[in-house]
């Protein structure tokens, strides 16, 4: 089945530095990830739509110079949270699609960021 | 925009009772619709799913119904193991692009 990695499951950083976070498709090639944020006790809110090769679409309110969002192949994502701060401690789920029609989708593990 | 919403946040069930799950969903162009199991610290697990030109699909132990009439998502789960303790999400979906999501029903299965 298909299968999508994601990396690092649990990360702390201090305030002001940066942390990337990857999303692999395992055994199938991904021409669409998605990257969301679940708060706790809440519901998983996109974030983000990247496509391989392209620029990531956006959500509303999604500041886009803060999450930096690379789609550089068919296999790998990675979502970049810049100069991170409290606010942004969450819990952050990739999920790939596979290329063509009607292809499912796929969740990551997901990871918890702590900012401190 | 439009969302997915839920009726019922929480759910209690006694082990071995069947559970119903609801979701009632706002965008009537939406032609897909997947259930989510999310167990504490994970990401969600695909359970099953409809398509909109159906009103019920059946899985192992689960069954999901679709009402477009009342634009209403239902999952059953028959039997429930101490396993199905989670929170379910429904997701909708049109035009193969994004899902959106439920707020979420957490499942406790009682012992």
């Known amino acids: 089945g298909a299968v999508v990695s994601q990396h690092p499951s649990r990360v702390i950083c201090k305030s002001g530095t940066s942390v990337k976070i990857e999303c692999r498709s395992l055994?199938?090639?991904?021409?669409?990830m998605f990257w969301y944020r679940q708060f706790p006790k809440q519901s998983l809110m996109l974030m983000a739509t990247s496509n391989e090769g392209s620029k990531a679409t956006y959500e509303q309110g999604v500041e886009k110079d803060k999450f930096l969002i690379n789609h550089a192949s068919l296999t790998l994502s990675t979502l970049t949270v810049t100069s991170a701060h409290p606010e942004d401690s969450s819990f952050y789920i990739c999920s790939a699609r596979r290329g063509g029609g009607g292809g499912g989708y796929t969740f990551g593990s997901g990871t918890r960021l702590t900012v401190v | 925009g439009e969302s997915v919403g839920l009726h019922l946040p929480t759910l209690s069930v006694q082990e071995g009772d069947n559970s119903i799950i609801n979701c009632a969903y706002s965008n009537s162009a939406s032609d897909y619709f997947i259930w989510y199991k999310q167990e504490s610290g994970k990401g969600p697990q695909f359970i099953i799913d409809?398509?909109?030109?159906?009103d019920k699909r059946q899985g192992q132990r689960v069954t999901v119904l679709l009402n477009k009439t009342v634009k209403h998502l239902s999952l059953q789960i028959a039997a429930t193991q101490p396993g199905d303790s989670a929170v379910y999400f429904c997701?909708?979906?049109?035009?193969?692009?994004?899902?959106?999501f439920g707020t979420g029903t957490r499942l406790t299965i009682i012992p």
């Open positions: 997701a909708e979906n049109f035009g193969n692009e994004k899902l959106t």
């Open positions: 055994d199938f090639q991904a021409t669409t």
């Open positions: 409809i398509r909109s030109n159906m």
